[in-house]
């Protein structure tokens, strides 16, 4: 086959600057595809570029959609499965970074990190599981640092959106006055009706199955600082809210995005200047630190809204049913036989056509209430007297935003590997907060906008 390269050890093998994996999966075509995008542009740090997966022929089909329609490129096809370490380590040495599609992560991921960890091979991936991320933190942190790879988990819609748009958020609130709690408001919307990725509703249900070794993990593990912030913590408030000003009834969401923000943000605890760079200058030691002295903590959730109340019950319903069949092995297997039906539609095995795909985009509005003085704060029974509006848009979640934000921060990992930190298990927020991702969002879609700034009644 054309482009089919020999993964023999003892043959010289080229060196690719990415080799996404799994590349032929839902996912992993859309990522192809906006990885062709910059693909030997002048300038542009991607100048060679292979695919990887199990089945060469459906990485060649997934390259020829990918392409439409142009003729696809002569890319290298590189054979190699989860279940094969020495095949991800023969990957692992002919590249600089791996970009990784191939889920549920808690299933698949692990082969992948522990190979880009043993061989100080660079890796990033679009997981939104936290189990998965936290276990690969604890296993495999020490090794990356040893070997100088850098493991990057949630370089997509999760959690790349909540981190950098807390982040803007939180700059927005200029001296004297400091934030106290955030919440995220994610609103999903579509001129036609959306149906989700199998593969999110496969990690979601799986995630619940494994609540109880997610509890065990985090009780196992070393106590992390928590940040200092403002003012006392927040109420809890209703379960359904409506929020008027934007125009939202809202749920709280369990998702990746508020413990990948409270990782960041424990991480800052310890190191408040971020992470040093692998070869940095003054010039960038300098920037870095002034990046995170204008990030200020803050209590943060995510919930999800509709503009209607009967949206908001159809998320409860199923969000129930997800919580009541994920833990027995039959309700498992009902869940994820018929995911249709028990989500009233929002996915399936098929997965979304690619007019609904164009047709979909989000919005994140970040609601933040906080002091004008952070003086106020320390006062007894204090209240925040101000509130904070900004919003973070952009297309469809899953298959248009997750691509855009994954080659992003590949590249920025290729252009600006000595400013990053040397190796370890990161969040998106630390490795990438202080540099120019935002800016390079901005130019491919992703805007960050202040919606508004206003007085709280007394």
């Not at 992560?105 to 189990?131: K, N, S, W």
């Not at 999110?200 to 200092?228: C, H, I, W, Y």
């Not at 409860?316 to 039906?341: D, E, H, N, Q, Y």
């Amino acid at each position: 086959m054309e482009g089919l390269q020999s993964l023999n050890p003892t043959t010289p093998s080229p060196r690719y600057d990415i080799i996404i994996l799994g590349a032929s999966g839902f996912t992993g075509k859309y990522v192809v595809r906006e990885a062709l995008k910059f693909l030997k542009v002048p300038q542009s740090p991607l100048q060679s570029l292979a695919l990887a997966g199990r089945n060469p022929t459906k990485l060649t089909q997934a390259l020829k959609w990918a392409a439409h329609p142009d003729p696809p490129p002569s890319l290298p096809i590189l054979t190699a499965d989860t279940t094969d370490p020495p095949s991800l380590r023969r990957l692992c040495s002919q590249t600089k970074l791996i970009l990784n599609c191939v889920g549920p992560f808690r299933l698949l991921g692990e082969p992948v990190v522990a190979a880009c960890a043993e061989t100080g091979c660079d890796y990033l991936d679009i997981c939104g599981e936290p189990e998965f991320m936290e276990r690969m933190e604890a296993k495999y942190h020490d090794k990356a640092v040893e070997t100088g790879s850098l493991v990057v988990s949630a370089c997509g819609f999760d959690s790349v959106p909540a981190e950098l748009g807390l982040m803007f958020h939180s700059r927005q609130w200029e001296p004297p006055s400091v934030p106290n709690r955030v919440e995220a408001y994610l609103s999903l919307e579509s001129d036609k009706k959306m149906v989700g990725n199998f593969g999110t509703f496969q990690s979601a249900v799986l995630g619940v199955a494994n609540m109880d070794k997610l509890m065990e993990l985090r009780r196992s593990r070393p106590r992390r600082p928590r940040p200092m912030i403002p003012g006392p913590p927040p109420p809890k408030g209703p379960m359904i809210e409506h929020n008027k000003k934007i125009g939202l009834w809202a749920v709280r969401l369990p998702s990746a995005d508020s413990t990948v923000v409270r990782r960041t943000l424990s991480a800052l605890t310890e190191n408040p200047g971020g992470l040093p760079g692998v070869n940095e200058g003054p010039e960038h030691i300098a920037k870095r630190e002034a990046f995170w002295s204008t990030v200020k903590p803050a209590h943060f959730g995510v919930k999800i809204g509709s503009k209607s109340l009967l949206g908001v019950l159809q998320f409860i319903t199923t969000g129930m049913f997800i919580g009541l069949l994920g833990r027995i092995s039959f309700g498992r297997w009902l869940l994820l036989t018929f995911p249709s039906f028990f989500t009233l539609g929002w996915f399936s095995k098929k997965g979304p056509s690619e007019d609904e795909v164009q047709s979909a985009s989000f919005k994140m509005w970040f609601v933040g209430q906080g002091f004008s003085n952070g003086s106020l704060a320390s006062q007894g029974n204090a209240k925040p007297d101000m509130e904070m509006v900004t919003r973070v848009m952009g297309p469809e979640i899953g298959y248009l935003t997750t691509p855009i934000i994954l080659l992003q921060c590949a590249l920025v990992v290729l252009s600006k590997r000595d400013d990053l930190p040397k190796g370890g298990v990161l969040t998106p927020g630390i490795v990438f907060g202080p540099t120019d991702l935002q800016e390079r969002l901005q130019e491919n879609g992703i805007s960050f906008d202040v919606v508004s700034k206003s007085s709280l009644p007394s």
